[in-house]
């Protein structure tokens, strides 16, 4: 049973410069959630993608975009990328959108220097 | 603002004693909920998922729902050494989304 994945696995950056994150959900899960987890803190919503649409989004500015494929993967792009960005994203899917039971992938760690 | 309430620690116990974790939430319309474990470095893992009041056992787990009191807890019995790691509460928002609480680092000392 294939889990979720993500990549890269670390990325490094500078100011201003725009990044593109992925995520593949588990397999049989068509829903795809993104989360940015500062150091010390617990996992913060960005949004939700199911059929290929933005269904709910979290406290965070446009800079911040996504999109999902037919397959159900999904795509995180964050442009003018800003020190405080700086963090792991987190994929996680779910089946449907009558569930809050999400799995997480390994992560993406970002650093903006 | 909906939040999820948990104590920071570190919590620390010895090993074979029973890890007690809480955490409260603020929105009523909440209706799942669940706990994650995430080692240092590692992503969120998802251990136990309640929905009803009352208790759910899973092994050496127990999650436990309080609706009136507003109050989620993790008990783990028989704690090992491999179970300190930072245990994450969550509660389901009334769309798909997932509230965390900040976690509680646990500590289980042989």
């Known amino acids: 049973d294939a889990g979720v994945t993500q990549s890269p696995t670390h990325l490094i950056k500078t100011r201003g410069q725009q990044v593109t994150l992925r995520c593949s959900p588990k397999?049989?899960?068509?829903?795809v959630s993104w989360y940015q987890q500062a150091l010390g803190q617990g996992p913060q919503f960005i949004f939700q993608?199911?059929?290929?649409?933005?269904?709910q989004r979290g406290n965070f500015p446009d800079r911040f975009s996504g999109h999902q494929f037919p397959n159900y993967s999904s795509e995180l792009n964050v442009n003018a990328l800003l020190l405080g960005d700086s963090a792991l994203y987190l994929c996680?899917?779910?089946?449907?959108?009558?569930?809050?039971?999400?799995?997480f992938g390994p992560g993406t760690r970002l650093t903006v220097l | 603002q909906k939040e999820v309430e948990q104590n920071s620690g570190p919590l620390s116990v010895p090993e074979g004693a029973i890890a007690s974790l809480n955490c409260t939430y603020s929105?009523?319309?909440?209706?799942?909920f669940f706990w994650y474990r995430q080692y240092s470095g590692k992503s969120p893992e998802l251990i136990m998922s309640?929905?009803?009041?009352g208790d759910k056992e899973d092994g050496r787990f127990t999650a436990q729902l309080n609706k009136a009191s507003q109050y989620v807890s993790l008990l783990i019995r028989d704690s090992q050494p491999s179970d300190s790691a930072t245990y994450l509460c969550?509660?389901?928002?009334?769309?798909?989304?997932?509230?965390f609480g900040k976690g509680t680092k646990l500590s289980v000392k042989p």
């Open positions: 996680a899917s779910s089946l449907g959108l009558a569930t809050n039971e999400q799995f």
């Open positions: 397999s049989g899960h068509d829903t």
């Open positions: 993608y199911y059929e290929e649409e933005e269904r």
């Open positions: 929105d009523r319309g909440s209706q799942s």
């Open positions: 309640i929905y009803s009041n």
């Open positions: 969550a509660a389901g928002g009334s769309q798909g989304n997932l509230i």
